[in-house]
């Protein structure tokens, strides 16, 4: 019985809220390692027992981090199993997990990111997707997720206006602006893209054989750039949307502007996004970004 709620839930994360196929699949983690702790009904799950679960986890050696996320997401079981499943109550609630330290995010230096961007002279379409890809993370802050899932046909690229619309974590779209270095890029990509790939291939960035790009090769790619114009530190996709933030905000000192480029939730209130004016975030955009003024 304890499966099949299991199956439920996970069926009505998928068809009502939509998550990610990675996120589905660490809500099923999550609720496998409950299930094998706590071998008894579910329906007999006491505090006590969370927090015995949550210690000897923790003992195991997963993170803090970790451990809040499969906190979340016996939470989020056990409101379901409430609401429709006449559970009693959801034993989670107010349990916690051990406090983390949150180091900073890493960020390049403008100088640095310069360096990354313009070091590459190579005009082969290998070389120009790579240029066309890191320069929209730069430019646009995207999450590598939102790069790979871009299709070049479907409107939400708009080089005449710079602008890109993307899908991001929740199923969330927002719109953001694409800087001049960008879509100087981008053009040169579209140019030759039909060289890499297959014919009726929808996605915007193209791997060797022709089809949707992986986020691994994406990764490789950038730490190979990195590496071949000398930077001492291993740089990934992630890397290229924090020095977005991280230089936007020096420049503007807009933060709510910055996270509304980002996609973020608030600070102060978790899961609501600032409603800024997209003629507004431009503006600030094109005064702050490195790469988004023409010279």
Not at 173 to 183: D, L, N, S
Request: hydrophobic share 45%.
């Amino acid at each position: 019985m304890d499966a099949r709620h299991a199956e439920d839930y996970l069926a009505a994360l998928k068809h009502q809220r939509r998550l990610a196929p990675a996120t589905l699949a660490n809500y099923a983690r999550a609720m496998d390692l409950l299930v094998a702790l706590h071998k008894q009904p579910l329906a007999t799950l006491e505090p006590a027992h969370v927090r015995r679960a949550v210690a000897m986890l923790h003992a195991k050696g997963l993170a803090p981090r970790t451990l809040a996320l499969v906190l979340s997401a016996w939470r989020g079981w056990f409101g379901w199993l409430a609401r429709h499943r006449g559970f009693r109550a959801n034993p989670v609630l107010g349990i916690r997990a051990p406090k983390a330290s949150r180091p900073l995010p890493k960020a390049l230096s403008v100088e640095a990111t310069q360096r990354l961007l313009d070091a590459q002279k190579d005009q082969g379409p290998i070389a120009l997707r790579d240029r066309a890809m890191f320069e929209l993370l730069y430019s646009s802050g995207l999450r590598l997720a939102e790069l790979v899932s871009l299709d070049v046909d479907d409107g939400r690229l708009d080089l005449r206006q710079g602008e890109i619309t993307v899908t991001g974590k929740g199923s969330k779209t927002r719109t953001v602006p694409v800087g001049a270095k960008a879509r100087e890029a981008l053009r040169a990509w579209l140019a030759v893209r039909a060289q890499l790939a297959r014919p009726a291939e929808k996605a915007l960035f193209v791997g060797a054989r022709g089809e949707r790009i992986s986020r691994p090769v994406v990764g490789a790619r950038l730490a190979a750039w990195a590496r071949a114009c000398g930077l001492p530190q291993r740089v990934h996709p992630h890397m290229l949307r924090h020095s977005f933030a991280t230089h936007m905000l020096q420049s503007s000192q807009d933060l709510r502007a910055v996270q509304e480029l980002l996609g973020h939730a608030s600070i102060s209130t978790t899961q609501v996004y600032t409603h800024l004016d997209f003629q507004a975030l431009s503006k600030v955009y094109d005064a702050a970004h490195p790469r988004a003024r023409k010279k």
